[in-house]
């Protein structure tokens, strides 16, 4: 297997039932609305020098052209390729027209007041509307989490904290994370880091992980599992900005069995801290109002396309949130990928005379990402079919609308 094809390791070990790539639409289904919830595209790692990174290796990192967690040129680049590619399906459904710019008020563009989340929209807005006039809305403050986006805890009660840090330890519990401690501290030298010589902190796999559920804060945690994040989080975005191999982890990745072994240390972090039904259904729950709003109570008055830019946390939390099955992206290691969308589609069926919807995960794998492919329907971005419980998909993928409207 050729290095760069490092995802397809994963697609091999995990079932699709949960997930499958996209069907055709039977003739004569019309698309009437869309809600785009997106992850921000490409950014330089959260944890820069002077931090996590730079206490746990004494190797040096490589430098980014930009500060540590704001969207990157080639971020920006990829981010304009996915916007072409959702214009071309939506004039493709006739949602828009194709060489015409929207209609005041179909579209409307809404991100987290952050430079990467603004950004990304702006990108996206660039790629699908080149030319129009289609503000992205935010909060004027920049720098500071609007709250429809804020995954903070809602609930002040003690009783709720220690059920919230109760359910991300059982949550952690799901993974043995033995194996990719050993190999991470191998890659970064931990032995010979700042964190053993000058904290005594010699080894990430006998570590203790710490969590926190405190009000308006993030949940959170300290420890290897922190540790282990912000270093396999930084090792995925320089393969995907394109650092050449040798300086990928200074060369020490050389196998699809390695950056399978990795992965595992993200997941786990995403999933131990917004994944437990009690947090994620804490966290999300403005997110979900807003969801809500748009598709359901005022969906009437809400734009044709709404396109809406967060964080791996908004993602992970709404699904669990809302109660999506499991679900497995192919060509991908992360759960939740860079620039990955849920992609909320209300269609009408005038044949039954009956209203459907349909949620498919529109993402670049690991490869359209790092060799920055352009995409078109030809070339298309991955789309994995989603199935929320409850909410029972026929085999094209859709929903009746009353039973979506309904969970």
Known sequence: MKYSLWTLAVAATFPFAAGTQAQTTPPGYQLEQ?????????????????SVLEQSTAKQ????????????????????????????????????????????GAVYAYANSLQRTVATAQFFITGAFPGCDVPVHHQEKMGTMDPTFNPVITEGSAAFSEQAVKA????????????????????????????C??????????????????????????GPLK?????????????YEG??????????????????VLSKLKNSYQDSLFTSPAVAQNVAKPLVKYIDKTLVTDAANAAKITVMVGHDSNIASLLTALDFAPYQLHDQYERTPIGGKIVF???????????????EYVYQSSDQLRNAEVLSLKAPAQRVTLALKGCPIDDNGFCPLEKFNTV
């Open 34 to 50: 869309v809600l785009i919830m997106s992850r921000h595209n490409l950014r330089a790692p959260l944890a820069n020098n002077g």
């Open 61 to 104: 990192w490589p430098e980014w052209d930009v500060p540590g967690g704001q969207l990157t040129t080639k971020g920006g680049v990829l981010e304009v390729y996915m916007g072409h590619y959702m214009r071309e399906w939506l004039a493709e459904n006739k949602l828009v027209t194709s060489g015409e710019c929207p209609t005041p």
């Open 168 to 195: 991300m330890e059982t949550q952690r519990q799901h993974d043995s994370l033995n194996e990719s401690y050993q190999l991470l501290e191998k890659i970064t030298q931990f032995n010979e880091s700042p964190s």
């Open 197 to 222: 010589k000058e904290k005594q902190v010699c080894s990430l796999a006998s570590g203790k992980d710490t969590f926190s559920a405190k009000v308006q804060q993030e949940p959170g945690v300290s």
């Open 227 to 239: 540790v282990g994040n912000s270093l396999v989080d930084a090792f995925t975005l320089q393969y």
């Open 243 to 260: 650092f050449p191999l040798d300086q990928v982890a200074w060369g020490e990745i050389k196998s699809d069995q390695q950056w399978r």
């Open 345 to 359: 589609q209300r269609w009408n069926d005038p044949a039954a005379k009956r209203e459907l919807m349909k949620i």
